[in-house]
């Protein structure tokens, strides 16, 4: 049972424009979202996060959206860099306990290629 | 700073052989240890993940074990590997609740 879906296994947009990356839920105990990117060869690298109290979180280039009512959120680059190609996870998490781990379930990523 | 490493970068095995893969952290002490593996066209599945010295929980049943015998060492194991046990593996740490930060992987074939 797949909680994170990322339905596009792949995207590619020209340099300069907007890249919309999509994520959906299913989990309605989900209240923690975040973003990872990973480059071939290394591990994932945590990108933006979101708490479910928020429906928006920016971070210079980066903002992600988040609309709970649809269990939704996506991942906006804009402008997108040829440097900004990679594969792209969305992850959530549920009942953050400080101090205590965390289970973060992945989706299955979206590949982004960049035209320069 | 902290950093995590993780080896071999990759690794070929013969099914039926045994498995020890090693990660460590530093710059950091307690933190959370996870094991996620990544099989082909899936996301990371967590497999295993620590709090504590000597505290591991499973989160999948598997051919697989992980122990944690220093507090920033995480190793993950099999004593026969199968084909299935095939994949991308990741290591990784969080200092609580905070976001993980990964390792660079072990990308192990089973032959």
Redesign the interface.
């Known amino acids: 049972d797949q909680q994170v879906k990322q339905n596009s296994p792949s995207l590619s947009v020209q340099e300069g424009r907007i890249s919309i990356l999509n994520c959906d839920y299913t989990n309605s105990m989900f209240d923690y979202f975040l973003w990872y990117k990973k480059y071939p060869a290394e591990g994932p690298t945590f990108l933006i996060s979101i708490s479910s109290i928020k429906d928006k979180n920016e971070d210079g280039r980066f903002t992600v959206f988040l609309n709970k009512s649809a269990k939704h959120l996506s991942l906006h680059i804009v402008p997108s860099q040829p440097g900004d190609s990679a594969v792209y996870f969305c992850a959530a998490s549920a009942n953050r306990v400080s101090g205590g781990y965390q289970k973060v379930t992945f989706g299955t990523g979206t590949k982004l290629q960049v035209i320069p | 700073s902290q950093t995590?490493h993780?080896w071999p970068?990759t690794l070929v095995q013969p099914v039926g052989s045994p498995l020890s893969l090693e990660c460590t952290v530093e710059g950091t002490s307690n933190p959370?240890l996870?094991w996620?593996r990544q099989a082909a066209?899936?996301?990371?599945?967590?497999l295993f993940?620590s709090?504590g010295i000597g505290q591991i929980?499973s989160?999948v049943p598997q051919n697989l074990s992980a122990s944690r015998p220093q507090d920033r060492q995480f190793i993950l194991s099999s004593k026969k590997l199968l084909l299935s046990d095939s994949g991308f593996y990741?290591c990784?740490w969080?200092p609580?609740?905070a976001?993980?930060?990964?390792?660079?992987?072990t990308r192990l074939t089973v032959t």
Do not use: D, K, M
């Open positions: 995590i993780q970068a959370n996870y996620y066209g899936r996301g990371l599945q967590l993940y709090v929980s989160e990741l990784a969080s609580g609740s976001p993980l930060h990964f390792g660079n992987g």
